[in-house]
RNA sequence: GCCGCCGUGGUGAAAUUGGUAUACACGCAAGACUUAAAAUCUUGUGGUCUCAAAAACCGUGUGGGUUCGAUUCCCGCCGGCGGCACCA
């Protein structure tokens, strides 16, 4: 039959049929098992191979996993909210609303022609107010915890996207997106502290069981460093500062400390600028009164080069200021410190090689022990101060020596002859006793910049209030939905296009019921695919979340399938929300994924990554139009291992069509056997059964479509004639992988006692008696070279001394073993011998 | 620079805990069936040596090491991929 007829005839009975798809709550009589996959954004140009690839491995685990007796929650829905669709509505003059829901149509038609067994009434979509109510929910809890806030900063602007971007949405200084140059821009955004969650990230890893390469990702993102703060005193300073703060993780480099620098955005270089400076920075127009700075201010003190230097840092983007990585810049602040452990003055410099971002802003320099601070006292002439010493000596006049583990301290009066571990311990003990500074630990990750000044994006609950300040929407009111506008195009002064519905902007304080406006800037992306896979486990509740007895049930997820591109943001953003709920006590574990696994990616033809400007794409329904769903099911799973990188070749595709056609022609050749048992047929079969079951189980699908071939190859050479029992096992077996033949051909085998529908059928059992071999090979080695082989009883393969025995008396052994004297004899039950010769 | 991963035939790739390297598939070659083609089936297919075969030797990026035995474990190089990167 043409495989468009049975592809046809099986999706209307699938479709006439959802509980051979869909989850049970609370039952607890099987073992549940959740699979997540990552849910796709629905783009216009419809479901590539990337997807299908995903989503076919993850739905090979769900049908497999189900045929064994689990209890499988395997949904699928839309992030639905996201710059391409507003630009296509822009160019289009259409509803971003109506373009995503066709968008979504269009993706569920294309999943369930690929077969891909969702349950589909757990259907959910982040752009549906019934779904943002509760990403809006979210955002309030962590604003009532004070773990969202508003304020003024630098971002990083997209003048392509005219968007602000996360500083995870920035690589190479670009846009993620459009790749154009990133520039900054001050203005104001809800902040939401990630941060606060560091260590709890870095811990809950402990628990779950993602592979070492996504714990390792997510590890470096948090970038956990410890070390100290310490406090400097400021010398005869004028201003409001007295004393400037660092964090070092050396501080038992203390002594060596000859200078110091503070980024150009560090308030005290503001209050140089401007010192009755009490206003966050008004980049490049501060009104300096010179007059107030004369006093304490050191020789070589230049107020126009230090502000000509603040400017030009500001105009810098991201991308130059780490590009002009060899030669450092810097001025001096007119200022000095005092080195608490030596006592002497030490200049302050002002350098954009130090990050405003990162730790206090200031760091102190020791030349000595540090590449760039090494770097920058060669350029401008700052003492350097060895205070660790190796055994053999360094030369501290060509480079830095940065390594902790050894040497001795020096030049440290009370600490020398320490190693630097042991002066670590005891300068925080020093610092900590004189009240100068304490142990902390500094992370790389920022706080998360939750504000998009766009429209296609949940609204943010909020509401400004002269009076009250910013306030949350109440709960009850929720969701905000996303009124109905004219026009979704960005404005370049970067408020959201929804600031000009005056309307609606418009509304009351609800504390005081004065005037107040709505916040007009929407979530980012992420927002939405933080928490949708515990709505899936409870779609309509209108109360909660979802509920609690339904999550305690199914949470965590058991395999969540996704992407190397997301294993440091998305993952990472999502475990803060979901620790955040766990801490809220409104979700019932601490980690809402059990284990991570990324999928591979499938390049084009050429190798090359599939791109519409390289020509190499392959469409799925292309494909699948011309061999059929299951032949690209099952391709896609042979290609390569799972969560490798390989590329689309159609030669390969068709022996895997050669292969189901083999198949085909077994179970109707066979399809009205009565036949006695065969036992030769039993050992192919069960071995293969074992082999496979094993095989996906670990994600091994290319090597179970392998054991597949391998069986119904041998099977087909030996021509044993098989019972309908062993087809329907056969039958089974393939059904994961090629899910309309199998329903196809298990409703010509099957009787009166079998499922309907094979995918409801149980996963065959090996049965031990097949596995045991009864006689086994063993391979003869002399002095670890393979010669000979050895047949043997299975039974007596345990008796060493008589398997070995046989061996040397073995007619081909004479000659390797004639005139030689056996050292030593290796034994490995029932695989290999070794004779060792002298 | 740092972190992680990888290197096996002409190609995609296999190889439980160290135990017969190259399974399966593609491609290629030869043959069967056919008027012919397609499809199907059979056989062969790492290298050197050989008319051919046998035998032997060499072979998992490269050089060492551990071991009776290494694709697998350890160390040093070379090459590639991914992530991070002036993070104090």
Known sequence: ?????????????????????????NDTKRKKFYVLVEFPYPSGSGLHIGHAFSFTGADVQARFRRMQGYNVMFPMGWDSFGLPTENYAIKTKRKPQEIAKENEQAFKKQMKKLAYSFDWNREISTADPNYYKWTQWIFIQLFKKGLAYKKEMPINWCPSCKIGLANEEVIDGKCERCRAEVSRRNIAQWIVKITDYADKLIEGLGKTNFIEKVKQAQINWIGKSEGARI??????????????????TRPDTLFGATFMVVAPEHKLVLQILNPSFDSPLDRGESKTAPALLREGVGEGFDLDAVKNYVINAGKKSEMERTELNKEKTGVFSGLYAINPATGKEIPIWISDFVLAAYGTGAIMAVPAHDERDFAFAKKFGLPIVPVVMPDNGHDFEKEAYTDVNVGKIVNSPPINGMTPAEAFKKMIEWLVEYKIGEKTNSYHLRDWIFSRQHYWGEPIPMVWCEKCGWMPIPEEELPVKLPEVEHYEPTDTGESPLSQMTD????????????????????????????????????????????MEEMKYWMPVDLYIGGDEHNTLHLLYSRFIYKFLYDLGVVPTKEPYFRRMSHGVILGPDGQRMSKSRGNVVVPDEIVEKYGVDVVRMYLMFMGPFEGTMAWNEKTLLGVKRFLEKLERL????????????????VIINKKIDGITRNIESFGYNTAIAKMMEMINELQIKNYELRIEDIKKIIKLAAPMVPYLAEELWNKVKDNNDSKSVHQAEWPKAEEKYLVEEEITIAVAVNGKVREQLVVKSEDAENREEVIKKAKGLLGMKKWLEGKEVMKEFYVPGKMINLVLK
């Not at 495989?3 to 798809?21: N, T």
């Open 1 to 25: 039959m043409d495989f468009r007829e049975i592809e046809a005839k099986w999706a209307k009975f699938w479709e006439e049929h959802p509980e051979l798809s869909s989850g049970v709550d």
């Open 231 to 248: 406090k400097f005193k400021i010398q005869n300073s004028k201003f409001k500062i007295k004393e400037l703060e660092i964090f070092t």
């Open 504 to 547: 609606w902007v418009k509304t009351k304080c609800p504390v005081c019921g004065g005037e107040a406006r709505r916040e007009t800037d929407t979530m980012p992306n992420w927002a939405g695919s933080d928490w949708y896979f515990v709505r899936y486990l409870d779609p309509r509740n209108e109360k909660e979340i979802a509920g």
């Open 667 to 682: 179970v109707y050749k066979h399809i009205k056997s009565n036949c006695a048992s065969n036992k030769w047929a039993q």
